[in-house]
């Protein structure tokens, strides 16, 4: 069966020569007689596989001494539910509300402690990165680089005049380079850049490591799962083993400067021809554009359903909205190659000539 191209928002499309060498080592890792799946986690055929993995993100993130890297459980949503736990710490948290997940990040935070809504563009439908004014005195500030079903990304770092800059990478891991140190803490869903759902990455500056809240679930303790090397409990080896095959291919692709350039290029792909399209609009205000998650509409939701399938019948799939927006969304992470874009931008302007 023909692949299609998947411009789902997560699960994603992964690097097919990552999908052919989880097929190729599927029944027997090497020369261990059996799949990782089956693998324990304590052995020493997984724990090779499981450090290689932390070097190599810390390889190709760039990640500084002094970070503690984990692999953990739970999804993003777990993260953010545990940060107030972890860096509350009696005190306030600045949020800026820029989408949907950074929303619900901050209702969780509201559980922990006093959440200052330092900016918010919810009253605008989340179209645009929200204007914002920090707290000097903050525990730490918590932003969304990339705010999946709005199709927005923050174009800078926020200075935090050094309070810990907790970000939400979750969509855009990996896709462009940072500069680790400016932030405190770092998580990321895999689903979308990475691998199988499962797996979140955590990158802590080891400072903010043991400030929890005595309530803490020892799952949650950010402390205790370092100290665990991520492994207080059964990790989901095969979705860590996955990871790094993905990290082994960013490094083939000559890292993530080179992914960076190729997804600036896919992105003004896209949005060149929504900025000529007389039929199609995009959603977001410009100098906010995801490069990973291109959000558009025909403004006639019976249209844009039209598209959708006949997209879909082209081999260009999950090119439906997130069901709160409607529309159109385009996901076009790291494993979506350019021709993918092409195609899409081809079949746009077919069907633009098609429904005048
Ligand atoms: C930016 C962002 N944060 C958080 C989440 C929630 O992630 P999870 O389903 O892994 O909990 C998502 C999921 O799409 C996301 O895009």
Redesign the pocket.
Known sequence: MDRVYNFA??PSMLPLPVLEKVQKDLLCYGSTGMSVMEMSHRSRMYLDIFEKTVADLREVMGIPEGYKVMFLQ?????M?SAVPLNLMDGGKADYVDS?N?AHNALVEAQKYGEVVVAGSSREDGYSYIPDYTLSPDAKYVHI?T????YGTRWDHIPETNGVPLVA?M??NILSEVYDVSKFGVIYA?A??NVAP?GV?ILVIREDLLGHELPITPKVMSFKKMADADSMLNTPNCFGIYVAGLTFQWIKAQGGVAALEKVNIEKAKLLYDFLDESRLFKGTARAKDRSRMNVTFVTGDAEKDAAFVKAAAAQGLVNLKGHRIVGGMRASIYNAMPIEGVQALVAFMKDFEARNK
Request: zero cysteines; hydrophobic letters at 30%.
């Open positions: 928002p997560g739970g999804g993003a949503t777990a953010f989408g997940f969304t990339n705010n999946t079903i939400d979750s969509s869903g689903q979308k759902a979140v």
